[in-house]
Nanobody
Framework: QVQLVESGGGLVQPGGSLRLSCAAS????????MAWYRQAPEKQRELVAT???????NYPDSVKGRFTISRDSAKNTVYLHMNSLKPEDTAIYYC??????????WGQGTQVTVAS
């Protein structure tokens, strides 16, 4: 029905930048919120950015000022621009969309590794 395809992960040096993208396809309707989560080894999955209909964004303190979430509504694509990356940003990053009736869909995840 709905598929999210992520790309852009990889290995970057501390202080580097990376852009993740996630394109939604299929039966897309009433898209309410798009978001990025991440999960590091032995850690719980945590929310790192959200963007709601209308463009309102939200970030936790750990990434605020370094990460920027954006979207291309025409392409049903959400992006995560990551700057000044730190080793602690290393995680699998997942995109998520919320549609009508609070339906949630997840991407497959993309690995981001920040290391020298």
């Amino acid at each position: 029905q709905v598929q999210l395809v992520e790309s852009g992960g990889g290995l970057v040096q501390p202080g580097g930048s990376l852009r993740l993208s996630c394109a939604a396809s299929g039966r897309i309707f009433s898209l309410k919120t798009m978001a990025w989560y991440r999960q590091a080894p032995e850690k719980q999955r945590e929310l790192v950015a959200t963007i709601a209909s209308g463009g309102d964004t939200n970030y936790p303190d750990s990434v605020k000022g370094r990460f920027t979430i954006s979207r291309d509504s025409a392409k049903n694509t959400v992006y995560l621009h990551m700057n000044s990356l730190k080793p602690e940003d290393t995680a699998i990053y997942y995109c998520n969309i919320k549609m009508a009736f609070n339906q949630l869909y997840w991407g497959q995840g993309t690995q981001v590794t920040v290391a020298s």
